[in-house]
C-alpha cells in the first residue's frame, strides 16, 4: 500500500499535498499557491491547528478517486457512511457502528470536515 497523505486548510477548505510532514510537533510544510512554502500546524480530527492531515487508505471508489479518513462514501443501496481509522485499521462508520468494508463499488460524496452535513443521521 503506498502511503501518502491529504492536507485541508480549515480556513479556505483547500485540499493540498504536504511536502513534509513533522509527526513530532504536528507541523507540516506545504506550497499552496505553488511558489511560497509555508509551514502549518496540523491535526488528524480537525479538533486544533490550522490543517486537517488524511492519510490514504489503500483504497479508490467506483470512479477511482482515492479515498482517505474521514470520506464519506455512499454504497450501492444508498446507505452513507465515513471513514475512520479504529482498531489498527481504516473502517466504514454507519450510522450503528463500525465494520470493516472494501470502497470500490462506492461513491465518494464529500467528507466530514468540508462538507459534514452531507452525512445526516
Known sequence: MEIKFDA???ATWEHFT???INFEDNTLTASLNG???KTY???TDGNSGEVVLRQYTGGRDIKYKDVYAGDILRDKRGNM???IFADMSFRAMYKDGYCYKY???DEIIGNIYT???TISW
Open 103 to 105: 470502497f470500490f463499488d
Open 115 to 117: 462538507s459534514p452535513d
Open 18 to 20: 504536504p511536502i513534509d
Open 8 to 10: 485541508i486548510l480549515i
Open 81 to 83: 457512511y465515513y471513514i
Open 41 to 43: 500546524s496540523f491535526s
Open 35 to 37: 511558489v511560497s512554502i
